[in-house]
T-cell receptor, first 115, second 112 residues
């Protein structure tokens, strides 16, 4: 199993550009989520999904869109990048969506810089 | 809203000593408390977790304690080794919310 994979590993955008961060998992996990990690602020939840076709907002959803058309994939879209979105983005998945209380497996992260 | 405070932000210990990191949560409904270790440039990885129906859990040199009345939980690492050097994050969640609130992290340095 590859586990949770993310692409790209690094990305530089100009303000106003759009892009999609890819996330995939091959563990048949129901629950998937996106976090951003900024210095001194820990991990903050952007969006999450408890199954194909079901998504919801986390703590910091503004400026980001998600969709979940398959169990395996959970892409994160930046509609119009802003310097405040410069961060490291982690995707995570877990085995069960039953209350969300199971081990979360994180992807390797995407380091995004917005100029 | 929900909040998790984590202290200290940095911690230096001599190799072989113990390290303790503390977290306090605000939502009394929280009942699941995982701890993650993140090495430099790597992804967070779960090292131990505890649910509110137990007060303590151990796994070799790592233990977590939970005080539901005071709404705080702590990570204890005994006989620290240089490879324990990393950033440690606590988190809190409760059944049915699907949301994890993370602490701001503790950078642990184990000095040889």
């Amino acid at each position: 199993n590859a586990g949770v994979t993310q692409t790209p590993k690094f990305q530089v955008l100009k303000t106003g550009q759009s892009m999609t961060l890819q996330c995939a998992q091959d563990m048949n996990h129901e629950y998937m989520s996106w976090y951003r990690q900024d210095p001194g602020m820990g991990l903050r939840l952007i969006h999450y999904s408890v199954g194909a076709g079901i998504t919801d907002q986390g703590e910091v959803p503004n400026g980001y869109n998600v969709s979940r058309s398959t169990t395996e994939d959970f892409p994160l879209r930046l509609l119009s990048a802003a310097p405040s979105q410069t961060s490291v983005y982690f995707c995570a998945s877990s085995r069960t969506s039953g209350g969300g209380q199971d081990t979360q497996y994180f992807g390797p992260g995407t380091r995004l810089t917005v100029l | 809203g929900e909040n998790v405070e984590q202290h200290p932000s940095t911690l230096s210990v001599q190799e072989g000593d113990s390290a303790v990191i503390k977290c306090t949560y605000s939502d009394s409904a929280s009942n699941y408390f995982p701890w993650y270790k993140q090495e430099l440039g790597k992804r967070p990885q779960l090292i131990i977790d505890i649910r509110s129906n137990v007060g303590e859990k151990k796994d070799q040199r790592i233990a977590v304690t939970l005080n539901k009345t005071a709404k705080h939980f702590s990570l204890h690492i005994t006989e620290t080794q240089p490879e324990d050097s990393a950033v440690y994050f606590c988190a809190a969640s409760y059944y049915g919310t699907y949301k994890y609130i993370f602490g701001t992290g503790t950078r642990l340095k184990v000095l040889a």
